[in-house]
């Protein structure tokens, strides 16, 4: 067992745990006086030995003397007892006195010695039977003795080269009672044990004694995902690995933790398998004979799985040779029966390596092979096989036609990843020289791939490549052709959410496509209505929306009319009213009846969406559910709505304070399939991490803003979460800084006065106040003019919206009075022109009850705690004491300790009792009267002509003389005891 370690461990917790409870390392000894025996089997680099070496170190730490021997591949040339004779040494070394006591009570034991060993033929090492039975006494003698001065596990690793005499001894062990607290653990790779192998009868044997097996598997996704991070860590390396190399390090390591070091390793510089590895992986290969060999050699180039049939046909072989082959290679493990007729390499690695291991030559060759077999239909094959063979077997028109057939089977299967795959390779093709004059429509080629890259999720590659093909277009290119691009630019424009370009790029299709056919126009009709509602221009997308829904059920186009129905029903979402929500309901039922899946997608997330603005939480959550469901059995799990659903579930859960819940819901989520949208979803999580104040949740804010500009949505709740981590310091510049950035990349992108950003300005105002009470009159001067404009573009918002015929929804009504009471907060701390005790209360005691009609926990529980603190100033302590200890239970069930700042709770207990007024000088009567009018300990110092230091010195001493834990506090007991007269 090496004593480094090559790589941190990863996963294997259980499998630790399990180790130990069976061989009883959990305790000083086993529990019972058996011998505790287990075989550890598991393939080639899938992490037996460190694992072993962990086991090692916790025995070690428990108190277990650990010894371990190795078997050596000698070939035919055998080296008998050599992990024994390995563990005498050790032992020898450590228990000199026990190994010489028991030498001379069992003189052939030195024969073990390192040192004094002879070489003999495997399994003949010239002893006679009684010999070798005093030999076999001996080493069990020397263990049961050992095992008495400290608990004694034994390692025995790669058991698959063990010779014939230490397979002897194993059994010898494993069927008697060693003695003595004492555990033996026997390694083998499990990939080595062919069907002629000496060991697989012995572990059969093994077995059937009292030998204990445990087979290591190998690592999950995820765990292989950790073990990359914890192998190229980017502090370490100046480059962290893209989200595209790990998900390759991924698929291709298939949980073989050495496969994983070795990728990682080699990610930067080789795209194949490594040298050293494909050395490792070919080595399988030199046992084969020819046939196995050239069977093994045709079946790499069909992939990681192949067909009898193809195989037979492609390889050359007769039926008995070809079968022949194949048995040598599953014995050898080289390759494994699959379903039907199929055969698949063991590992995928293997099939790289046997594959690249060919001439170019070979190469083309056997893929025109494979594609002839294919396209003769001679034997049964899929078009994206037919593609991938006639491409690399130089069948260029074969392979055109094959990949666009390929992207139509996968769109249809739902498999849009797969389906822009087969499409971009087509564009590629389409390019050559040679296939210039083929009869391919690129115009509709590159709307199926933009339209398969968005329902993969990946909508920016999409606009790209449709930008990509309008810029290529030549002078003379069809009107046609350029309004079908242009349009479907403008609906992924649209659905990125980015500016109002696609405005115009959908009127200039429509343009463009009168003189096209109806249905052309009819469509590109249907996506303009689309973008104008989205853009609030309701009367123009109703103008529009009607001509071309007469159009398509002129022409019987159902799921056209479906989608526009969808589109109408939306034109009032923002009245919030029950028409709106009966319209989406029945386009739901439309779409499914003419099976309009996208239509039906749209409907059910508007649907939603308006339950969540009316602030009905558990109806808004079931419809999510429902979209999303819909969406995966479609295949568009990424895609937008689909997408987009997860999101908005998760939001609505966060609002309802079930924390924990939306973070089960993400954890449940496969791995995002670009950064975007894996951003995404730590922007998600950070929502959480922020105000629960978690360690790094200020550097992943940081790290997120990058997808700022791709993905606004990100930005809005990364500046939120950046918000409250600025609360909570009670940072000033930090939040200007962070709401001025917001706002201009969102006020650019979208417009100036989003909806969002009255709800950015009351959390911005709220810093300004918080950080005011540690400010001179000076700071406190020069955020005034902030002050102000803040609470004018919240405001803005709100005139914005009524103007525009926009029903405010709870939300926007709650932080609409929040926004107000921020300010008034702000003046009142920063005395700057303070708002009346009256004019205060009555400002938050609104914004209480508005987000108590809303019903977001968490601002409701922050809206109270400003209230207390009003409150509490003003002297009314038993209202606050109520108010007080709802917010405590809150933050305690959200674990959120910085709600109870300044409300005198520590974190996981009640609230704090004030206790009575102690008599305090005159001296501290008259700071406290200053500490009671919001000044801070420099204004006091520079008013009364002391240090700033004696302030605060004096300051500590009234807390504690009051029983208060905040300066607001203090003040309120004054008041309540009358301190200030």
């Not at 080639?44 to 371990?68: C, F, M, Q, S």
């Not at 195989?311 to 040779?321: C, D, I, M, N, Q």
């Not at 929500?581 to 997330?605: C, I, P, Q």
Request: aromatic fraction near 4%; charged fraction near 25%; charge should be negative.
């Amino acid at each position: 067992m090496s004593s480094s370690r090559s790589a941190p461990l990863v996963g294997r917790v259980a499998e630790l745990e399990d180790l130990e409870s069976r061989l009883g390392l959990a305790m000083s000894g086993p529990a019972d006086p058996e011998t505790r025996a287990l075989l550890l089997g598991g393939d080639a680099g899938v992490g037996k030995t460190r694992l072993l070496t962990e086991l090692r170190d916790r025995a070690v730490a428990r108190g277990w003397h650990v010894v371990a021997g190795h078997c050596v591949d000698l070939s035919d040339a055998a080296l008998p007892y050599l992990p024994f004779s390995e563990v005498l040494g050790r032992l020898a070394a450590s228990h000199p006195e026990v190994v010489e006591a028991t030498a001379a009570d069992h003189p052939l034991l030195r024969r073990l010695e390192p040192g004094r060993r002879v070489r003999y033929a495997d399994g003949d090492g010239g002893e006679s039977r009684l010999e070798r039975a005093d030999l076999f006494e001996g080493v069990r003698v020397l263990l049961a003795r050992v095992a008495e001065v400290a608990p004694l596990l034994v390692v025995v690793e790669d058991a698959h080269w063990a010779d014939q005499s230490t397979r002897d001894l194993l059994t010898y062990l494993f069927s008697r009672d060693v003695g003595g607290p004492h555990a033996l653990v026997v390694s083998y790779r499990a990939d080595d044990l062919h069907r002629r192998h000496p060991l697989r009868r012995q572990v059969a044997e093994w077995s059937r004694l009292r030998v204990d097996r445990f087979q290591l598997d190998p690592l999950d996704a995820g765990e292989v995902r950790d073990l990359v991070r914890a192998l190229r860590p980017a502090q370490l390396t100046g480059a962290d690995l893209s989200e595209a190399q790990v998900a390759d390090i991924v698929a291709r390591a298939e949980g073989n933790a050495f496969f994983v070091e070795e990728l990682v390793g080699a990610a930067a510089t080789c795209d194949g398998v490594p040298g050293e590895l494909a050395d490792v992986l070919m080595v399988r290969l030199d046992g084969l004979d020819d046939d196995a060999q050239q069977a093994v050699r045709t079946a790499a180039v069909a992939g990681r799985r192949v067909t009898h049939g193809l195989l037979a046909t492609v390889s050359g072989l007769a039926p008995e040779r070809l079968d022949r082959a194949l048995r040598e290679a599953v014995e050898r493990h080289v390759l494994e029966p699959g379903g039907g007729d199929s055969y698949s390499f063991r590992h995928a690695l293997l099939a790289e390596a046997v594959y690249d291991d060919l001439l170019p030559g070979e190469r083309i060759r056997l893929h025109a092979a494979y594609a002839r077999c294919l396209a003769s239909g001679d034997v049964v094959g899929t078009a994206a096989e037919l593609a991938r063979h006639a491409r690399l077997g130089q069948d260029l028109p074969t392979a055109l036609a094959a990949s666009i057939e390929a992207g139509d089977e996968a769109m249809r299967v739902g498999g849009p990843d797969e389906a822009a795959l087969h499409y971009q390779q087509a564009l590629e093709l389409v390019d050559h020289p040679s296939l210039r004059d083929a009869d391919v429509d690129r115009a509709d080629l590159t709307i199926r791939a933009a339209r398969a890259l968005t329902g993969a999720g990946h909508t920016e590659r999409g606009n790209a490549l449709l930008r990509a093909t309008i810029a290529a277009l030549p002078a003379d290119a069809s009107a046609v052709d350029r309004g079908l691009l242009l349009s479907e630019l403008a609906m992924g424009l649209f659905l990125a959410d980015l500016g109002d370009e696609d405005v115009a790029l959908a009127a200039e299709s429509v343009e463009l496509l009168a003189g096209g056919s109806e249905v052309q126009l009819a469509r590109a009709m249907s996506t303009q209505a689309r973008i104008l509602s989205g853009h609030r221009r309701e009367a123009e997308a109703r103008e529009v929306a009607t001509t071309a829904l007469a159009m398509a059920q002129r022409l019987d186009m159902p799921r056209l009319s479906t989608d526009l129905l969808t589109t109408i029903a939306g034109l009032r979402v923002y009245q919030l009213g029950d028409d709106v929500r009966d319209a989406f309901s029945e386009a739901v039922v439309h779409a499914r009846t003419t099976g309009a899946v996208n239509a039906e997608l749209r409907a059910l997330y508007g649907l939603a969406r308006l339950h969540q603005d009316r602030a009905e939480f558990d109806e808004a959550i079931a419809v999510f559910d429902t979209a999303r469901a819909r969406g995966i059995q479609a295949g568009t799990r990424w895609a937008p709505y689909a997408f987009d659903a997860l999101v908005m579930t998760v939001q609505v859960l966060l609002a309802q304070g079930r924390w924990d819940e939306a973070l089960a819901r993400l954890d449940a989520e496969e791995r995002a399939p670009s950064a975007l949208l894996d951003g995404v979803l730590r922007m998600l999580r950070l929502l959480v991490a922020a105000p629960r104040g978690e360690e790094g949740a200020q550097a992943e804010g940081a790290a997120l803003h990058r997808f700022w500009q791709e993905e606004n949505v990100v930005g809005l709740h990364v500046a939120g979460a950046e918000l409250e981590l600025a609360e909570q310091r009670a940072d000033a510049a930090a939040a200007l800084a962070t709401y001025d950035e917001v706002v201009d990349v969102i006020g650019t992108t979208w417009r100036e006065l989003f909806q969002a950003r009255l709800r950015l300005a009351a959390l911005a105002l709220g810093v300004l106040g918080t950080a005011a009470r540690q400010q001179s009159a000076v700071e406190r001067a020069v955020h005034g003019e902030r002050a102000a404009r803040l609470l004018d573009d919240g405001l803005r918002v709100c005139a914005n919206d009524r103007a525009q015929g926009v029903v405010l929804g709870p939300e926007s009504l709650a932080w609409e009075k929040r926004l107000v009471a921020e300010h008034l907060r702000w003046r009142w701390i920063a005395q700057s022109e303070p708002p009346s005790a009256a004019e205060l209360r009555e400002a938050w005691e609104e914004a209480v009850a508005a987000f108590e009609a809303y019903g977001a926990v968490h601002e409701l529980a922050r809206a109270r705690a400003r209230l207390v603190e009003v409150l509490l100033a003003q002297g009314e302590t038993a209202a606050a004491g109520a108010l007080r200890d709802q917010v405590a239970a809150t933050a305690r069930e959200l674990r959120t300790p910085a709600l109870l700042n300044g409300l005198g709770v520590a974190p996981g207990r009640g609230p704090r009792e004030a206790r009575p007024a102690s008599a305090l000088t005159a001296r501290e009567r008259e700071i406290l009267a200053l500490v009671a009018q919001g000044r801070s300990n420099g204004e006091i110092g520079s008013q009364l002509f002391i240090a700033t230091k004696t302030v605060s010195v004096h300051v500590s001493n009234i807390l504690g003389k009051l029983g208060a834990t905040s300066r607001t506090e203090a003040a309120a007991v004054a008041r309540r005891e009358g301190l200030l007269d």
